[in-house]
């Protein structure tokens, strides 16, 4: 949707990430069909791990989780690829891992499934048509799905967006509820490997940088606990501070604002693991150099 603002006789349009999602989308189809046929198509598996970095944990890897996905590509050049993928993990933390005291006395937990749908750029920083290895970079845009639930002390999973356990969307408080489907800037790196003419493995490391601080449903200060259970009900109150849960913990709710979570920072997710391609069209016979025709690493013998 595009909305129109007028400000100080100035108009102004404004588009959604629905709307942007959309638009980008298109032209990139687009750009796809209009790709020359020297381009490579590629499909490829990953699999790997998950975590997350935020208010529950600052540790990389500190919890890990089984990740998947598919990918497909496009080869432009020995430098310069092109992907669209969906991968499929898992991000959890807990309080009770903690080093630190004060967040052990917190006591909050979140678990949380992630798709993400993502497109993305590639550049090798080595000619893959010389060499047969190479690190790479790349970046590009996600949409992704999240819902970040936990267990109560009788373990039921409570999904923890619709509590609003820090008073968003009551009166009063200046937050909004978080949407559970977020745009997210992907980028990061490894090392490919041509393991014959169709096949290449890499290992890849990949962040994510959110626009949200609720991954974890935890981001800025303690909402008032009267004011949670006139508008959330008892279970908001109970799972927005579970101090008293701990043996020895503090029974008493802290107090409006009292720090909660760092807003400051976003939270990122990643994932880590090994990406398989196989080349789906080959040019002069096949190979990851075929579609240049020179130092074709593989294959049978030319006769001169």
Same mark, same amino acid.
């Given at each position: ?28 189809? /687009? ?34 989780? /089984? ?8 080869? +432009? ?32 937990? +979140? ?8 497109? /993305? ?108 259970? /006139? ?74």
């Amino acid at each position: 949707m595009i909305k129109l603002i007028v400000e100080n006789g100035l108009k102004f349009a404004i588009i959604d990430q629905t709307t942007l999602m959309r638009r980008f989308i298109f032209y990139l189809i /687009a750009l796809i069909i209009s790709v020359p046929s020297v381009a490579q198509f590629q499909v490829g598996v990953f699999g790997g791990v998950s975590d997350y970095h935020g208010d529950l944990t600052d540790k990389v890897f500190q919890n890990p989780k /089984a990740a998947f996905g598919l990918t497909v590509g496009y080869e +432009f050049s020995s430098r310069i690829n092109f992907r669209a993928g969906f991968i499929f993990g898992k991000v959890a933390a807990s309080d009770s891992l903690s080093d630190q005291t004060d967040l052990r006395a917190r006591n909050l937990s +979140f678990q949380s499934s992630i798709a993400e749908f993502s497109l /993305a750029g590639e550049y090798n920083l080595l000619d893959m048509d010389v060499k047969p290895f190479s690190p790479y970079l790349f970046a590009g845009l996600a949409v992704y799905r999240f819902n970040p639930y936990t267990f109560d002390r009788n373990n039921n999973k409570i999904y923890l967006q619709p509590l609003t356990t820090e008073g968003q969307g009551l009166p009063g408080y200046p937050n909004k509820p978080y949407s559970l489907t977020q745009l997210a800037l992907p980028f990061g790196g490894g090392l490919k490997y041509d393991l014959s003419d169709n096949f290449r493995i890499a290992l890849e490391f990949g962040m994510r940088k959110l626009f949200t601080d609720y991954l974890d449903d935890v981001s800025g200060g303690y909402a008032d606990p009267n004011d949670l259970f /006139a508008g959330r009900g008892q279970q908001s109150v109970e799972l927005s501070y579970r101090g008293d849960e701990v043996p020895g913990g503090d029974l008493n709710y802290p107090v409006k604002d009292f720090t909660r979570g760092s807003p400051k920072y976003k939270d990122y997710y990643y994932f880590t693991g090994i990406h398989l391609t196989y080349r789906m069209l080959g040019g002069n016979g096949g190979g990851f150099s075929g579609p240049r025709g020179k130092n074709k690493r593989y294959g049978c013998p030319t006769n001169f």
